[in-house]
């Protein structure tokens, strides 16, 4: 038998909802997975695996009881509503990542199998946990910008752009690295059709745009100055590339920073011993 912790999310979906096991079974996979890596890893902060079973249980219950299913029944879900609850309590807007740079293959994959049911479960994940989503597709060599046009229309298609920013849900963004040097082909693309409403090639831009870019710094410590002047090639542009990389708003850019280990790092607790403090 397949291992469960092994199938796609559909799979899973589909297995459960027709009977080919439970979602206890799933959940108990799961939870093995963790517990193996979890030393290695702390992937999660806090791992609940008694809560993963009692929610699987109430999955197996009200399949039992001829109920309808949810779109993610039985899908194991380390992002719930309880987490997102926290962080929305205190005044934090919540976003989920799909991808990064250890998962360029499924990605790659996903996009030439389905890329419009791809953007679909992306939009039902956003709408069952009220988040937004981040596109961390983070492939520098032939990025499928066609699979990705169809992921962006699909997901649109559900969560159509919303300006006010009121819908959580709406908010679709995609990580374009540090600078304009690394996910070349992605970043031309991503300003010349996705990071601006005045696109002439569109007639309908509220199903084509984005929100905004996200920049990473580099995982090493350096400088602010170096981590500043790669966020000011994004909005400088390549003009010099060919085809040229556009500049891109502010407003149309957010930067982000890593979040190391288990001991706070001085730019998150220690103001006076950060690189930021040079820079003030």
């Known amino acids: 038998m397949t291992d469960l912790a092994d199938l796609t999310v559909a799979a899973i979906r589909a297995g459960v909802a027709q009977g080919s096991f439970t979602a206890r079974e799933v959940a108990e996979a799961f939870n093995a997975n963790v517990a193996a890596a979890q030393d290695a890893l702390n992937a999660f902060i806090v791992a609940t695996p008694e809560q993963a079973l009692e929610a699987a249980d109430r999955v197996d219950a009200a399949r039992a009881a001829g109920q309808p299913l949810g779109k993610l029944a039985g899908v194991p879900i380390g ?24 998962y360029v293959d499924p990605w790659n994959q996903a996009l030439a199998e389905d890329a419009w049911h791809l953007g679909i479960h992306a939009a039902a994940v956003a709408e069952e946990l009220d988040v937004g989503i981040e596109i961390d597709y983070e492939e520098n060599q032939n990025p499928d910008l066609v699979g990705l046009q169809a992921f962006i229309d699909a997901y649109r298609s559900v969560h159509p752009f919303d300006p006010t920013g009121a ?25 010349k059709r996705w990071l601006r409403l005045d696109d002439p090639n569109t007639t309908d831009v509220q199903e084509q745009v984005l929100d905004y ?21 994004h909005i400088d542009g390549k003009p010099q590339y060919d085809p040229p990389i ?7 850019l957010t930067g982000s920073l890593w979040l190391t280990g288990r001991r706070p790092e001085p730019e998150c607790v220690d103001f006076d011993n950060s690189l930021q403090h040079p820079a003030a």
Request: glycine content about 6%.
């Open 79 to 102: 992002m719930n509503e309880t987490v997102v609850a926290y962080f929305k309590n205190q005044g934090i807007r919540v976003m989920l990542s799909i991808g990064g740079i250890t």
């Open 167 to 191: 819908d959580h849900a709406a908010r679709l963004t995609i990580d374009l690295a540090a600078g304009d040097r690394w996910l070349i082909a992605l970043t031309e693309r991503a300003t």
């Open 213 to 233: 870019a996200n920049a990473m710094v580099t995982p090493r410590q350096s400088s602010a100055d170096a981590y500043m002047g790669h966020w000011q090639e």
């Open 246 to 252: 556009l500049p891109l708003a502010p407003a149309k």
